[in-house]
């Protein structure tokens, strides 16, 4: 055996007793009980025997039948992933990639929008680790744009988005329509009248008896709390059951036209994009099983967390969404708060050890340490982090110590698709997938923030490796990964 597979086949093991802790417990009490019986000698076993009541008789099979049942009825029954699939524009679709040269012209078209802000923009958008290929609502196409984000625009581009990565997923996993019985959407900004779960079952002919889900307002990090309450669902639902999770975020009523700095951010980084994933309590083939999943939330009696992205109306009264500077530092400490609730979950004992003693040490003795870094490398092996901006990457690599290559996935799904809010996770995990760096037993580390402010997070083990490079990054993975150059200020 090479020296490279027996600490992968210890970690392994370890993970097996750590998550199944309770009946690892129970067999080895039991184990352990019938060795203390088996050194009793033969005259003091029998004697034990005869001294037995009917009542210890009963209790001695009562007990242990009545533990494992209670066990098997607790036990939540596991959720898998089936499969997933994101929205990706093909050119000769009017919601086509826009140039950046197109996007400021057009902004230079929009008369309530000043030269300075076109051209803080344009600085912006250099610096933005977008690249030239990501995609922006068909009323990006036309002058003045504002005038085309109209309601119908936005209902189009949310058909467009959504319907494709269903059908997509829908022809991958070969799933009828109509054995859904659960759906859950987020879209944060877009909350039209019927609702967009409406849209979906009305366009599917999904089952009477569905049950759906719209959530709306809950920011980026809203793709990992449909997860959840999918999950939470399927527990509940007969098992096998499928829910369909779709997180998108639609772009054309969200263009604003004021000329607030802090406005005028999401213009420059938010891009249309969307994500369709099955999830089911059937692992008949299943791609992922679903470990844990934790929601954090920071906002509570916290004003800035509360207010860092805020929808709002300028002083003109132009509505958009408000991007604190504060978010890095924001986002920082939500993670803070959820690593210290998931890292019990995934982390090695030497790990939690370590951030316990750092944690205790802060809070309860008020030392001036710095924060033990847990090393989520040793249980994780690969990361998908909300790609927010650049600098919200930056941070949470140096907030995590990780490596380039652990946040290169983000990084080149920002440059390759900008920040298209709750789904970005999902184009994250096709980009490892499409890369070909996806094993069976690889354990997945997805973040997601946004606004509340919230940081949830969920760990995915893989069953089953895609098969091939289709999907989003299909016709422009062997471009990437790309360098993406520190642009000077000016
Ligand atoms: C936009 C950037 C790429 C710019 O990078 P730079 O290296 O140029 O950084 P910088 O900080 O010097 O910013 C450049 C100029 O922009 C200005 N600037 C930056 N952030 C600003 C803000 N929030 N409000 C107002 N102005 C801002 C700076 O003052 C500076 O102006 P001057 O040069 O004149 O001094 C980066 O700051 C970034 O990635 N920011 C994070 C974006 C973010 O908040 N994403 C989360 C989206 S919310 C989300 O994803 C979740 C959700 O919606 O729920």
Same mark, same amino acid.
């Given at each position: 055996?090479?020296?490279?597979?027996?600490?992968?086949?210890? #970690?392994?093991?370890?993970?097996?007793?750590?998550?199944?802790?309770?009946?690892?417990?129970?067999?080895?009490?039991?184990?352990?009980?019938?060795?203390?019986?088996?050194?009793?000698?033969?005259?003091?076993?029998?004697?034990?025997?005869?001294?037995?009541?009917?009542?210890?008789?009963?209790?001695?099979?009562?007990?242990?039948?009545?533990?494992?049942?209670?066990?098997?009825?607790r036990r939540p029954c596991t959720v898998y992933l089936t499969d997933y699939a994101c929205f990706h524009s093909s050119f000769n679709h009017p919601l086509a990639r826009i140039p950046m040269a197109s996007f400021v012209e057009h902004n230079k078209k929009t008369p309530s929008m000043n030269e300075r802000s076109v051209r803080f923009i344009s600085r912006l958008l250099e610096r933005s680790g977008l690249g030239e290929e990501t995609c922006l609502p068909a009323a990006h196409n036309f002058v003045p744009t504002h005038e085309y984000c109209t309601l119908d625009n936005a209902r189009a581009e949310f058909e467009l988005v959504v319907f494709s990565a269903i059908d997509d997923l829908l022809a991958k996993t070969g799933i009828a329509p109509d054995a859904i019985g659960i759906l859950v959407?987020?879209?944060?900004?877009?909350?039209?009248?019927?609702?967009?779960?409406?849209?979906?079952?009305h366009k599917y002919n999904l089952r009477g008896d569905i049950r759906s889900m719209n959530l709306s307002g809950m920011g980026c990090s809203a793709g990992l709390i449909s997860v959840g309450l999918a999950r939470n669902l399927l527990q509940v639902a007969p098992r096998g059951s499928h829910a369909l999770v779709v997180s998108t975020e639609t772009i054309t009523p969200n263009y604003y036209v004021g000329n607030e700095r802090a406005m005028l951010l999401p213009n420059c980084l938010f891009r249309v994009g969307g994500a369709a994933a099955l999830l089911s309590t059937s692992p008949v083939n299943a791609r992922f099983r679903l470990k844990h999943l934790v929601r954090t939330h920071t906002g509570a009696?916290?004003?800035?967390?509360y207010r860092c992205v805020f929808q709002e109306e300028d002083d003109e009264g132009n509505v958009g969404i408000n991007l604190s500077k504060d978010l890095m530092v924001i986002a920082g400490k939500s993670l803070e708060a959820n690593i210290?609730?998931?890292?019990?979950?995934?982390?090695p004992l030497r790990e939690q050890l370590q951030f316990a003693l750092s944690l205790v040490a802060r809070k309860v003795f008020r030392a001036r340490t710095k924060p033990y870094i847990p090393n989520?490398? #040793?249980?994780? #092996?690969?990361?998908?982090?909300?790609?927010?901006?650049r600098a919200v990457i930056d941070e949470l690599q140096k907030s995590l110590s990780l490596s380039d290559e652990q946040v290169e996935a983000s990084r080149m799904t920002l440059h390759r698709f900008g920040n298209t809010s709750s789904s970005s996770l999902w184009y994250e995990l096709a980009y490892m997938e499409a890369k070909g760096r996806m094993r069976k037993g690889d354990r997945v580390w997805m973040i997601g923030f946004g606004s509340g402010f919230k940081c949830n997070s969920a760990a995915w083990e893989c069953i089953e490796p895609a098969p091939n490079a289709d999907g989003p990054w299909a016709t422009s993975i062997h471009r990437y990964p790309v360098v993406i150059p520190d642009v000077l200020k000016h």
């Open positions: 055996m090479s020296s490279s597979v027996q600490p992968m086949r210890v #970690k392994a093991a370890y993970h097996r007793i750590v998550d199944n802790f309770q009946p690892v417990f129970l067999v080895s009490l039991a184990a352990a009980s019938l060795v203390a019986l088996m050194r009793l000698g033969t005259e003091e076993l029998t004697s034990l025997v005869r001294e037995l009541q009917p009542v210890h008789l009963f209790f001695i099979g009562f007990l242990p039948a009545a533990a494992v049942i209670f066990y098997l009825m959407v987020n879209c944060s900004l877009f909350c039209p009248t019927p609702s967009l779960v409406d849209m979906i079952i009696g916290n004003d800035s967390a210290t609730r998931i890292g019990p979950l995934v982390l989520f490398s #040793k249980a994780f #092996k690969h990361f998908c982090i909300h790609a927010g901006g």
